[in-house]
T-cell receptor, first 109, second 114 residues
């Protein structure tokens, strides 16, 4: 079966750095997405990786290793507004998105 | 503002009722999706439409019936639902079904079945 694993919840301190991991087992691979979802709101797109390596976008970076079935989202200089759930999703060989259950990130002052 | 709107935002219905959820995208996208989001569970893809044609139906019970009259509008018709159908129903759109296209989500309809 297809599976996306990410931690259920993480806590970090304002101003610090946090890394949210995602491991996947899917039938084929056609890209990996990270989305942010604030409580009661729609998920919003953060990043897309299809080749190995690091993609940087301001305070957020996303890394992919296809051979290891692994990705992480790195958030730097954490702000209180970064408190949200972070969803990892992989597009499989049928171009269908397989979603993880999300990681709830709690930022403390 | 993501360019995808959904109505109603909240809906409470009995198991014998019939209701419809509406989604509209103002982004000129060709693909639209219905997802179900339950607490602490992954997003479940229900239906996919591309250029108004249904391309995916992930074993969704027949009490959920989608309709896509054009590329900008998507409906989900509900009838004789069960309490376990209570969830957040999210609509999304993307430029196309290609691998790199991200999906844009609406704010969702919070459905409670009593």
């Amino acid at each position: 079966g297809q599976n996306i694993d990410q931690p259920t919840e993480m806590t970090a301190t304002e101003g610090a750095i946090v890394q949210i991991n995602c491991t996947y087992q899917t039938s084929g691979f056609n890209g990996l997405f990270w989305y942010q979802q604030h409580a009661g709101e729609a998920p919003t797109f953060l990043s897309y990786n299809v080749l190995d390596g690091l993609e940087e976008k301001g305070r957020f970076s996303s890394f992919l290793s296809r051979s290891k079935g692994y990705s992480y989202l790195l958030l730097k200089e954490l702000q209180m507004k970064d408190s949200a759930s972070y969803l990892c999703a992989v597009r499989d060989s049928n171009y269908q998105l397989i979603w993880g259950a999300g990681t709830k990130l709690i930022i403390k002052p | 503002e993501t360019g995808v709107t959904q109505t109603p935002r909240h809906l409470v219905m009995g198991m014998t009722n019939k209701k419809s959820l509406k989604c509209e995208q103002h982004l000129g996208h060709n693909a639209m999706y219905w997802y179900k989001q339950s607490a602490k569970k992954p997003l479940e893809l229900m239906f996919v439409y591309n250029f108004k044609e249904q391309t995916e139906n992930n074993s969704v019970p027949s009490r959920f019936s989608p309709e896509c009259p054009n590329s900008s509008h998507l409906f989900l018709h509900l009838h004789t639902l069960q309490p376990e159908d209570s969830a957040l129903y999210l609509c999304a759109s993307s430029q196309d079904l290609g691998s790199s296209y991200e999906q844009y989500f609406g704010p969702g309809t919070r459905l409670t079945v009593t």
